[in-house]
């Protein structure tokens, strides 16, 4: 079994913004991404062996400037993508009353294991 969020957090290395598993914890220093994994499962047996794992993670970005969301996810799913990630849904969530803004996004992967 692979570890999807380990997976997710690598792949995520080189977009230049704080991450944090999960949920941020304040949103005293934005933006920030946060990720984990919504679903992982077998995807493929040999002799009831696992062979492919199928996961799926959610990445949030946070951020008090709307146009940053929508630059920063731009670098997630390039960075995802070039580690063979597939996005299957990105979204803007309304913003609070803290004008906090949200783009949540959801991405795909086969691990060989």
């Not at 199928?54 to 929508?70: H, K």
């Amino acid at each position: 079994m692979v570890d999807v969020n380990i997976e997710a957090e690598k792949s995520l290395k080189s977009v230049k913004c704080e991450k944090v598993y999960q949920y941020p914890k304040r949103f005293t220093k934005l933006p920030v991404i946060s990720y984990y994994s919504i679903s992982d499962k077998g995807a493929f047996y040999a002799d009831n062996i696992e062979c492919v794992q199928n996961g799926r993670i959610q990445i949030d970005i946070w951020s008090n400037v709307p146009s940053e969301c929508g630059t920063l996810a731009i670098q997630v799913n390039d960075a995802l993508e070039s580690d063979a990630w597939t996005r299957e849904m990105s979204m803007d969530v309304p913003a609070d009353g803290e004008k906090i803004y949200h783009k949540t996004m959801r991405f795909q992967k086969y691990f060989t294991v």
